[in-house]
C-alpha cells in the first residue's frame, strides 16, 4: 500500500513539473502581417518576422507578392527587394510604398486595426 501511494506521489509529482515547463515556455515566434491603408484608397500587406531579419519577408501590393529583406533603421523599418524596384519604409503608423513599374509617384499609407484605420 505504502508503495502505491509513494508511486501515486512521484507520477503527480512529474504532472506538476511537467505543467510548470509548460506554462514558462514562450509561445512560438510567428511572422506578422501588418495591413496598411494607402491614400489612393488600396491596400498593402507586409508579412515579416519580427526577431529574424534574415528571413525573407513579403510585400503584397494589387495582388503581386514580392520577398524584400528587413532593415532597421532607427526610426522604424525598412524593405527593399533585391533588384531595388520595390521598397517600404515606416516610422510611427506612416508608410511609403515605392513599387518602380507599377507605382509613380509614391504612395503614403496608414497602420490598420482589423481594418480600422488607426
Known amino acids: 500500500m505504502k ?4 508511486a501515486s506521489t512521484v507520477v503527480l ?11 514558462t515556455t514562450p509561445p512560438k515566434q510567428r511572422p506578422l502581417t501588418e495591413h496598411w491603408s494607402c491614400e489612393n484608397g488600396r491596400t498593402v500587406d507586409i508579412n515579416f518576422h519580427p526577431r529574424r531579419e534574415r528571413v525573407p519577408a513579403w510585400i503584397t501590393y494589387l ?3 514580392v520577398e524584400v529583406r528587413r ?3 532607427p526610426d522604424g523599418n525598412t524593405f527593399e527587394s533585391k533588384d531595388g524596384k520595390v521598397s517600404w519604409t515606416e516610422d510611427n503608423g506612416v508608410g511609403t510604398l515605392q513599387y518602380e513599374g507599377l507605382l509613380e509617384p509614391p504612395v503614403a499609407c496608414r497602420k490598420t486595426n ?3 484605420v488607426g
Do not use: D, F, M
Open 114 to 116: 482589423n481594418g480600422r
Open 3 to 6: 508503495a502505491g501511494i509513494a
Open 63 to 65: 495582388g503581386n507578392r
Open 71 to 73: 532593415k532597421r533603421a
Open 13 to 23: 509529482a512529474a504532472l506538476a513539473a511537467s505543467a510548470r515547463t509548460e506554462a
